[in-house]
């Protein structure tokens, strides 16, 4: 049988060759700070050095306390409790500290963010003497606006190599990154690099590539061991990285960045609200001449008409319309039913000629956007549709620039492009409107944020009058949807080869397609996307043809037998 062996646990950190003073007396003192725990949770004791004139000791609780940096080595440590046993009992003692060298600053910081990890001490929760509720006083602007459920189920799951690997086999954008960063070794070279939710630790490895003095890389999730051990296993690299875990909102680092890294993109840019996150490391830590990959984010929008997915959507709720399902009228419920699935924004690959009108987009500048504005977002839309059709819904995707001094990178996930794991999104509206060639629709995006770490869609499209006389008519329809951005249905399918619809001939859209589809954003500049090979569409024409009557033989060979 194996044996049980007990493990040690490591001597609690201890730090030496501090001299502090406790408020309000002047004087300062040499002193030594020792982490520890009992009972009553993890502490951190000030007890006086063996040359000093004085004898003290100072026992504050990390949960009931906070560290402020005052100067490149002076910090104070602010105790809300009642604990200290230096002189009376007091329910706020603020202790100054004066640390030897500006390393020992940034490694007392990590030692109380680590030891700080554990909410399970006893005291928590508890009432504070002065009345205030328990430590929630004290939590960063990451907590404070996000549910603790949603960010528990927000580090796991990115805590996990499994979901770390999918984003790794997504060629086009860890290639993209890898390009940006190679590509520009002159912004990176003996510059210092702050990788902002590191993960794995493969941009701050690109960076390292790229010459950087020294990367900090900060990540939140228990992903942090596995990128340090991935960081010690690329020595002539990993001397350069130094992995810290903890929130962007809450760790200290020893210096400014030069440079600022991260994959801060959720589905159509924005979801899970890590934009603001980045948006936060740069006010925090980002340099006045500094610059951040990637740079700025658009939106790009256009009305799309897909009817196979309309009424897959729609036929989920024929469940619904069962009169006797064992016994039980269903009906009743089918309105709310047909509504909830057309809540679900569609994420998937879209062949682009579904698209009815030249796209929009909207561009947020990470360089310059405050964080309040990514709570709310609100988009105008404007479109001209180029055919007459029924529209079905908003199509959505997102590109990022890394704007380096040597080359301008694009990370595209449009449709008819190489497919990313972001994909495209749809919003379907629950009633299509009809429109005309020429026919101008206009309509709102509007996104607001919720404590999930996602945002509510409210989309509205509306078909103006058109033709002689437009500029006096007024609206002919509107359609209206909610949506949730965090409760996507992943549909995920490959672009899908549709037949040509009645009024619209193969060859002309081919031709049109050929031409190239114009994307017209809010300045004004025009974006031509890449074409697709006529021959290309013509093949899958043929082939799905070919199907088509390989099954219907089928059909028959099995109705024979």
């Given at each position: 049988?194996a ?58 609780y ?20 009642n ?15 004066q ?18 990890t554990?909410?399970?001490v006893?005291?928590a ?11 929630s ?10 549910e ?11 805590g996990?190599?499994?979901?770390q690997?999918?984003m790794?086999?997504d060629?086009v954008?860890?290639?993209s990154y ?5 590509e ?7 510059r ?9 630790g493969?941009?701050?490895?690109f960076?390292?590539?790229?010459g950087a ?26 001397q ?16 400014k960045?030069?440079?600022l ?30 610059k ?7 939106i790009h929008?256009a ?10 959507i729609a ?31 569609v ?5 682009p ?45 997102f ?7 040597a080359?301008?990178r ?7 492009a ?29 996104m607001?944020?919720?404590s999930a770490?996602?945002?509510?869609m ?6 103006k ?6 500029d006096q ?15 996507p ?12 619809s009645?009024?619209?001939s193969a ?5 049109q ?19 697709i ?11 799905q043809?070919?199907?088509s ?13």
């Amino acid at each position: 049988m194996a044996q049980n062996h007990s493990l040690v646990p490591p001597e609690p950190p201890v730090f030496s060759e501090l001299s502090i003073v406790v408020v309000p007396s002047n004087k300062w003192v040499p002193a030594v700070a020792r982490f520890g725990r009992d009972a009553s949770g993890r502490f951190i004791e000030f007890k006086s050095s063996a040359d000093s004139t004085e004898s003290f000791d100072i026992k504050t609780y990390i949960h009931h306390s906070q560290l402020f940096r005052m100067g490149p080595t002076l910090s104070m440590w602010v105790a809300n409790d009642n604990s200290s046993t230096y002189g009376a009992e007091s329910i706020c003692r603020a202790i100054t500290i004066q640390f030897p060298t500006e390393a020992a600053v940034f490694s007392f910081g990590l030692t109380v963010q680590e030891w700080n990890t554990d909410t399970s001490v006893a005291g928590a929760g508890e009432k504070l003497a002065n009345g205030s509720s328990d430590p929630s006083w004290r939590l960063n602007k990451f907590d404070k606006k996000i549910e603790a459920s949603s960010a528990k189920m927000y580090f796991h799951y990115y805590g996990q190599l499994l979901h770390q690997q999918n984003m790794l086999q997504d060629y086009v954008r860890t290639g993209s990154y890898y390009a940006a960063v190679i590509e520009n070794r002159i912004d990176f070279h003996g510059r210092i690099v702050v990788d902002v939710g590191a993960g794995s630790g493969i941009l701050s490895l690109f960076a390292a590539q790229a010459g950087a003095k020294h990367v900090y890389a900060v990540e939140a999730s228990e992903m942090v061991d596995y990128a340090r051990r991935l960081v010690a296993g690329n020595p002539s690299l990993g001397q350069h990285i130094t992995v810290i875990k903890g929130k962007i909102e809450e760790v200290e680092l020893p210096e400014k960045a030069d440079i600022l890294i991260s994959e801060p993109m959720g589905t159509l840019l924005l979801n899970e609200r890590m934009l603001e996150t980045y948006v936060i490391a740069r006010d925090r830590f980002l340099s006045p001449t500094g610059k951040m990959f990637p740079t700025i984010g658009r939106i790009h929008m256009a009305p799309f008409s897909d009817e196979y997915l309309y009424v897959e959507i729609a036929n989920k709720a024929l469940f619904w319309q069962q009169q006797n399902y064992y016994g039980v009228d269903l009906t009743p419920l089918h309105g709310s039913a047909f509504q909830c699935y057309f809540s679900q924004p569609v994420v998937d690959a879209f062949d682009p000629r579904l698209l009815v009108a030249p796209p929009i987009s909207h561009t947020i500048d990470f360089t310059k956007v405050k964080e309040e504005e990514l709570y709310e977002i609100d988009i105008p839309l404007n479109f001209t549709a180029s055919v007459g059709t029924r529209v079905h819904g908003l199509a959505c995707w997102f590109d990022v620039l890394f704007n380096g001094s040597a080359v301008q990178r694009w990370l595209t996930t449009a449709p008819g492009a190489p497919t990313t794991h972001w994909y495209q999104l749809r919003c379907v509206l629950s009633q299509p409107i009809y429109v005309m060639a020429g026919q101008v629709i206009t309509g709102r995006l509007h996104m607001v944020a919720h404590s999930a770490q996602s945002y509510t869609m409210n989309l509205t499209m509306s078909a103006k009058m058109w033709g002689a006389g437009a500029d006096q008519g007024g609206i002919l329809q509107t359609s209206s949807t909610k949506l949730d951005l965090k409760e996507p249905y992943y549909r995920m399918s490959q672009p899908q080869v549709y037949a040509w619809s009645q009024d619209q001939s193969a060859q002309q859209l081919v031709q049109q397609q050929a031409n190239g589809l114009p994307s017209q954003q809010g300045d004004g500049t025009i974006l031509v996307q890449q074409p697709i090979q006529a021959s290309v569409i013509l093949q899958q024409q043929q082939h799905q043809q070919q199907s088509s009557q390989n099954f219907q033989q089928q059909s028959l060979f099995l109705q024979s037998q």
